[in-house]
C-alpha cells in the first residue's frame, strides 16, 4: 500500500495517446498502406466443401496468366511447414479439407486484380465427403472422423479437475440448480482487415511486415517455418505496423502469413497478402463456441458450497489457441466467488465448422455467461436478494482459491457497492424495464501460459533529457505506448511528451510473450519501470558526486534533479545528462530491464497461480423489453473495475467503453451464422455489431486497490469489460421480463418464443 | 508502373479512360482515370491520400468516408468518373498549413476518440460533414450522421463526446 498517499505528476493523468494525432491526420500506416518496389500481391484460394478429398488441381492456366509470378498448392509447402500450438496444420493442405476456410492454393501476381483473376483460373477436383457439425454429434462413436488418422474427434486435452469433494458437498447442500447455456461464434471485426508483406534480402534473410499482437512468438513461429524451407541460421525480422485493432485475433502465426512468406521466397519479391472483408469474416478465427452444463449449490446462508461443470467446445477444422481457452475458463469457474468444491471437464471436439482463436477474454465470458446466470437462479431458489448473495460469496484479498490463485488485492464488494449506488435496482415503475447484476475475475498481473511470462525494456536518455525506451511490449491502439510513457516520466521526473516509446520491431525491441491476456500494463509496465528505476539510480549516483550529497538524497522532479530539502542545489536533467556525457570517463545513461513475473504454470494437477494478481469488477445493467417485438433496449449500463490503480483513466474508460459495447454485442446481436460449416453472413449487414445508433449510456466508476506488485499499483484492465457482460444482460431480461435465455445472442425471436411459452 | 498493363494482360477489353478536373482539399487537380475506378481506389492507390481506409469496400463500415460537395461518402462505392467537377475533402486536407490540427482532429485526439485509429479519418469526415452543415447538431444528431461509421475500439462514447467537444472548439477553422 505504500502509493496510496503518494502525489503523481504523470501517473493518473489523462494524457491523450501519443499516437492519436498521427491516425488523426491520417498519416500513421497501416498493413494496407505499406507498398514496397517490385512488390507482388498474394491470393489464397479456399476450399469449395467442409470436408472433402483433393482429387487433382490443375495450376496451369492460372500459371499460363501473364503477371502471375508463382502458384503454390500443398504439394509446394514443405512436409515440416504447419501451425497451431500442435503444429497439425499446414498453411496450405493437401489430401484433405476440414473446413471451408482450408486453404487450397495460392498464387502471386503483379496486381490484385490478375491474382484474384489467377485464383478463378485454378481447377480444383474434389470428392465431397460426409461432414460433421454438431459437436456432441462428432463426440458419437460413429461419427464421421475430421482427421482420420486420430481415430477420434475429440482432442487429447487435459481438463478433467476436482478440487474439493463436490459429491459430498452437493449432499449437503440446502439448494441446488443445474441448467445448460450455450454460446456461439463470434468475431474480432478489427476495422483493419488481416495482412502481412514478407520479403528476403539478398541472404535470405526474412523481414515480415505483419498484423500482430506477438511479434516474439511470431518471430520464432517463422524461423521454423524457414527452416522447414531449408533456409537454416537465417535471421527474421518482425515488424507490425500501426494495427486496426487486435482484441486477441492476432495471437498465433496464421496461413496468409507463411504464404507470403513462401511466395515471396518462391518469387524472391516483396509479396503483399491483405484481406478483404469477406474473406476477414471467413479466414479468421472466432471465439471458442461452447456448449455448458453447469451444477452450483449453497447452504441455507446462501454460502456456495460447490460449482460442477461440463463444456463441450467446437474445435473446428483445425487447432488453433481457442482450444486452449479452457485454461483460463478454469479461473471463473475454481474462483469467481469464494466455493471450495469445484469439478470442471471440458472437451474439445473437431468438426467441419470454422476454427477459433484467443479474443478478449479468452473463455472467460464464456464461463462467465453460464456461472453468473445460474448464480442469479441459485439466489431466486434460495430466497436471497441477488446482490446480497454476492456479497455474501464475495473474494477477498489473503484468499487462496481451489485452483491455487493467491488473491492478494480485491476490490470485488466495492465493485458491486458501487454497482448498487450507481444503479436503482429497486426500479419496477415502467412494466419491462429490469435491472441484472454480474461479476468477474480476470488474471490482471500476466498469465503464465508459456516458459516466460516477461517483457524487456531498454532505456536510453538522450543529451537532452529525452528518453528513447525500446519495449517488448506491443501497442495495438488500447494504448501500451502511453502506459510506458507515464511509469518512465513519472519515475524519472519527466513529461509523458519527453518519452519516445519504440515497440513492436524484433531487430531493435527486447523479448516479449505478446500483448494477451490483460497483461501489458502490469508486465510490461513493470519491465519499463525496472529500467527507470536504473536509471535513475546512475542519475542519484552520478548527482550525488556533483553536489556531495548522499545518492538517497537526490530527487528527479520537473525535469530537473536536485537535493531533498535543499531545493537551490539542483541542475536541469539534461545539463546534468551532458556532464555525465562528456566528462573524462563519460557516460551515457542507459539502462536494460527484463521482469518475468513471479507467477506459476499450471503444473499437471492443474493448479497454480496463474497470475501476480487478479483483477475484479461487477457490471449492472438496466434493460427494457418490449414484450411485443422481443427487442431489448439498454436504459444504463454500470461497468465498476477494480483496476489496481488507473495510469491513465481517459485509456482506461475507453477499455471499458469499448470492452462493453464488445460484451453488448455478445450478448444480444453478434453471432457468425454458419450453415453446415459455412460463413452466411460474412458483411457487416448481417453480422450485427452495435453501430453508434445503438450506444448505450455507461458509467465506469474506478476503484484503485493499489497492488502491491502493479506498476504504481496497476492490475490489467484489457479484457475485463467484455467478460460479464452477457450475464449482466440476461439477468436484467430475466428481471424485467421472467423469461430466462440461456443461448447467446439473446434475439428478439428467443424472447419471444421464451414468452410465449411462459405466457402459454 | 505495373498496374497500368492489368487489363491487357488480363485479355480483356482495354477499359475506357477520362481525364476529370475536380478540387482536392484546395488544390486544382485534374487527372486520368479508368471509368472502373472508385473514388477511394484514386486516392489511395493512385495518389497516395492513405489516410482514406478500407474497412470493406462495400459501403458498410464508413472508413473510407470523404466529403464531395459538402456530403459525407463513402469513397469506395462512389466511382471516381462521378467526381468531375466536385470539390473533395479528405482527412489530409483537415490540418492548418502551419501544422494546427483541425478542431475535430484536436478533440478526438484529446478526448480519446482514437484508439486503434483505423477508423478515425472516416469519422472524423463524417463527424466534419455533419458540424459544416448543423454546427449545433445535439447527441441524437450526432449518432445519427455516424450511423455509418462502425468503431470497434471505444464504444462510441469517447467519439461522441470529441464531436460535441469540437463543437465547442468552434466546429471549422477555415
Known amino acids: ?760 | 508502373m505495373y498496374e497500368h498493363n492489368t487489363s491487357e494482360q488480363l485479355g480483356e477489353t482495354l477499359p475506357m479512360t477520362t481525364t476529370i478536373s475536380f478540387s482536392l482539399n484546395g488544390d486544382k487537380i485534374s487527372y486520368e482515370i479508368k471509368d472502373h475506378w472508385t473514388l477511394l481506389h484514386l486516392l489511395r492507390e493512385e495518389m497516395g491520400l492513405i489516410g482514406t481506409k478500407e474497412g470493406c469496400g462495400n459501403g458498410e463500415c464508413g472508413a473510407c468516408t470523404v466529403i464531395v460537395d459538402k456530403l459525407a461518402v463513402n469513397s469506395c462505392l462512389y466511382l471516381a468518373i462521378e467526381a468531375d467537377g466536385t470539390t473533395i475533402e479528405t482527412i489530409e486536407g483537415l490540418a492548418s498549413t502551419d501544422g494546427t490540427l483541425h478542431p475535430l482532429q484536436q478533440s478526438f485526439v484529446d478526448n480519446g476518440g482514437i484508439q486503434c485509429g483505423f477508423c478515425s479519418p472516416g469519422m472524423i469526415m463524417s463527424s466534419k460533414a455533419l458540424l459544416d452543415e448543423n454546427p449545433d447538431a445535439n447527441r441524437e444528431e450526432i449518432q445519427h450522421a455516424l450511423a455509418g461509421n462502425i468503431c470497434r475500439c471505444t464504444g462510441y462514447i469517447p467519439i461522441f463526446e470529441s464531436v460535441e467537444a469540437a463543437k465547442k472548439m468552434g466546429g471549422q477553422n477555415e
Open chain 1, 1 to 760: 500500500m505504500s502509493n496510496t498517499k503518494r502525489e503523481f505528476s504523470v501517473v493518473g493523468k489523462r494524457i491523450p495517446k501519443l499516437d492519436a494525432a498521427q491516425k488523426a491526420m491520417g498519416r500513421a500506416a497501416y498493413i494496407q498502406d505499406i507498398k514496397l518496389p517490385q512488390m507482388l500481391y498474394g491470393k489464397i484460394l479456399y476450399s469449395k466443401y467442409a470436408s472433402a478429398n483433393i482429387i487433382k488441381i490443375d495450376t496451369s492456366k492460372a500459371r499460363a496468366l501473364p503477371g502471375v509470378h508463382a502458384v503454390l498448392t500443398g504439394e509446394d509447402v514443405p512436409e515440416k511447414m504447419k501451425m497451431g500450438f500442435i503444429k497439425d496444420n499446414p498453411p496450405i493442405k493437401k489430401g484433405k479439407v476440414s473446413c471451408f476456410r482450408d486453404e487450397v492454393a495460392a498464387v502471386a501476381a503483379i496486381s490484385p486484380e490478375i491474382a484474384k483473376k489467377a485464383l478463378d483460373l485454378i481447377e480444383v477436383e474434389y470428392e465431397e465427403l460426409e461432414g460433421i457439425f454438431d459437436p456432441e454429434r462428432a463426440m458419437e462413436k460413429d461419427s464421421p472422423l475430421v482427421h482420420d488418422h486420430l481415430k477420434s474427434n475429440v482432442l487429447k486435452m487435459p481438463w478433467d479437475i476436482h478440487y474439493g469433494d463436490v459429491e459430498k458437498a452437493e449432499k449437503e447442500s440446502a439448494f441446488v440448480v443445474e441448467d445448460r447455456f450455450t454460446t456461439t461464434w463470434v468475431t474480432h471485426c478489427c476495422m483493419g482487415t488481416s495482412g502481412a508483406v514478407a520479403l528476403f534480402d539478398a541472404s535470405e534473410n526474412l523481414t515480415i511486415y505483419t498484423n500482430t499482437q506477438i511479434p516474439s512468438l511470431a518471430q520464432k513461429d517463422f524461423l521454423e517455418a524457414l527452416k522447414a524451407m531449408g533456409l537454416k541460421n537465417k535471421r527474421v525480422r518482425v515488424i507490425k505496423p500501426t494495427i486496426g485493432g487486435g482484441f486477441g485475433s492476432k495471437l498465433d502465426t496464421y496461413a496468409y502469413e507463411h504464404i507470403a512468406i513462401l511466395l515471396a521466397y518462391a518469387c524472391r519479391k516483396p509479396v503483399k497478402m491483405v484481406f478483404d472483408r469477406v474473406e476477414e469474416f471467413k479466414a479468421t478465427s472466432t471465439r471458442q463456441p461452447t456448449i455448458i452444463y453447469i451444477k452450483q449449490g449453497c447452504d441455507k446462508t446462501g454460502k456456495l458450497t460447490f460449482r460442477d461443470m461440463r463444456m463441450v467446445l467446437d474445435n473446428g477444422g483445425h487447432t488453433s489457441w481457442g482450444a486452449t481457452t479452457p485454461s483460463v475458463m478454469l479461473m471463473p469457474i475454481s474462483s469467481l466467488y469464494t466455493v471450495k468444491n469445484v469439478k470442471y471437464t471440458a472437451k474439445c471436439v473437431y468438426t467441419n465448422n470454422t476454427y477459433s482463436q484467443a479474443m478478449r477474454g479468452y473463455g472467460n465470458p464464456q464461463a462467465t455467461f453460464a456461472i453468473e446466470s445460474s448464480i442469479d437462479m441459485l439466489a431466486e431458489k434460495a430466497g436471497i436478494d441477488r446482490i446480497e448473495f454476492r456479497k455474501i460469496n464475495k473474494n477477498h484479498a489473503g484468499e487462496e482459491t481451489p485452483q491455487g490463485l493467491k488473491i492478494t488485492s480485491c476490490g470485488l464488494a466495492e465493485c458491486i457497492e458501487s454497482v448498487e449506488k450507481e444503479l436503482d435496482f429497486k426500479d419496477k415503475s415502467e412494466k419491462g424495464v429490469g435491472t441484472g447484476i454480474a461479476s468477474l475475475i480476470h488474471v490482471g498481473g500476466g498469465a503464465r501460459i508459456y516458459g516466460s511470462d516477461g517483457c524487456g525494456a531498454i532505456l536510453k536518455m538522450d543529451d537532452y533529457g529525452k528518453v528513447d525506451i525500446f519495449t517488448g511490449g506491443t501497442d495495438m491502439g488500447q494504448g501500451l505506448d502511453n502506459i510506458t510513457a507515464q511509469i518512465v516520466a513519472e519515475e524519472l521526473g519527466l513529461l509523458a511528451e519527453d518519452i519516445n516509446v519504440v515497440h513492436s520491431d524484433t531487430d531493435i525491441c527486447p523479448w516479449d510473450v505478446g500483448a494477451h491476456a490483460s497483461r501489458s500494463t502490469f508486465v510490461a509496465g513493470n519491465a519499463a519501470l525496472g529500467a527507470a528505476k536504473k536509471v535513475k539510480k546512475k542519475i542519484q549516483d552520478f548527482a550525488s558526486k556533483l553536489f556531495e550529497t548522499p545518492a538517497e538524497e537526490i530527487e528527479l522532479k520537473d525535469k530537473m534533479v536536485f537535493v531533498t530539502g535543499n531545493p537551490e542545489k539542483n541542475m536541469p536533467i539534461g545539463k546534468l545528462l551532458r556532464k555525465a556525457h562528456f566528462s573524462p570517463g563519460g557516460n551515457m545513461l542507459m539502462a536494460e530491464h527484463f521482469y518475468d513475473p513471479d507467477n506459476q504454470n499450471m503444473g499437471k494437477e492443474l493448479k497454480g497461480n496463474m497470475s501476480m494478481t487478479y483483477s475484479f469488477g461487477a457490471h449492472g445493467a438496466k434493460v427494457k423489453v418490449d414484450e411485443e417485438t422481443g427487442k431489448v433496449e439498454v436504459l444504463e449500463y454500470v461497468a465498476a473495475h477494480d483496476v489496481g490503480r488507473a495510469i491513465n483513466p481517459l485509456l482506461l474508460e475507453g477499455q471499458v467503453y469499448g470492452g462493453v459495447v464488445m460484451g453488448l454485442g455478445y450478448a444480444l446481436t453478434e453471432e457468425v451464422t454458419v450453415a453446415n460449416g459455412e460463413i452466411m453472413n460474412a458483411n457487416f449487414r448481417d453480422y450485427k455489431l452495435f453501430t453508434a445508433k445503438d450506444a448505450v449510456k455507461i458509467k465506469a466508476p474506478v476503484i484503485e486497490t493499489d497492488d502491491k506488485d502493479g506498476p504504481f499499483g496497476a492490475k490489467g484492465i484489457g479484457e475485463p469489460g467484455c467478460v460479464p457482460t452477457a450475464p449482466a444482460i440476461a439477468n436484467a431480461i430475466y428481471n424485467a421480463v421472467g423469461v430466462r435465455i440461456k443461448d447467446l445472442p439473446i434475439t428478439p425471436e428467443k424472447i419471444l418464443a421464451a414468452l410465449k411459452e411462459k405466457n402459454g
